[in-house]
């Protein structure tokens, strides 16, 4: 149901969603809230709850890509707990269909594209083999927090300690 009624007033939920949405993607912008507040027509005291309310950490803004992932699964859900925002881990069989079912021109494009995309993050939080983590760390400019999974190459899954995951996230969050 998308109306409630409370008190004299029916209330369109699917009116808020789309208030809040645009207002997020405003102050994603980088307009202000007292900016965006004006246009709003709400106080700027609202946008700071609003932020507050949904904000699920303060700090870096980290990636984490990794490979070959026996628990990708239950990493990627501890990533996106601890708000990651961008997330590339893949099994070994993954890795091998992503090779296999493209051309070079397709892999080289799509790297490329991820190279450039983790230029505008923080943090790189990488999982791999011992050779992948170096050239990494070179590509990285040493912005990079590399787990070694073994000695190169890497052959079948690897098991990630989760709580190791979420510490490493955790310490480059700002506490309040």
Do not use: C, H
Request: net charge negative; aromatic share 8%; charged share 35%.
């Amino acid at each position: 149901m998308d109306f409630f009624r409370v008190g004299d007033k029916v209330i369109y939920k699917k009116k808020i969603e789309r208030t809040i949405t645009k207002i997020l993607k405003m102050r994603e912008k980088g307009l202000s809230q007292s900016k965006v507040a004006g246009e709003i027509n709400v106080e700027r005291s609202f946008i700071s709850r609003l932020e507050s309310i949904g904000e699920v950490r303060k700090g870096e803004k980290i990636a984490l890509i990794g490979f070959p992932i026996a628990n990708k699964q239950e990493i990627t859900e501890i990533a996106k707990k601890n708000g990651v925002e961008f997330i590339l881990l893949l099994t070994e069989e993954e890795r091998w269909d992503f090779i296999k079912n493209k051309s070079s021109l397709e892999i080289f494009n799509l790297l490329m594209e991820i190279l450039t995309r983790l230029k505008e993050f923080d943090l790189l939080i990488f999982l791999g083999s011992d050779m992948r983590l170096d050239l990494v760390d070179k590509l990285m400019d040493g912005k990079i927090v590399g787990i070694e999974l073994g000695n190169s190459p890497l052959k079948e899954n690897i098991y990630v300690d989760p709580d190791r995951i979420e510490e490493i996230i955790k310490n480059f969050s700002i506490d309040d």
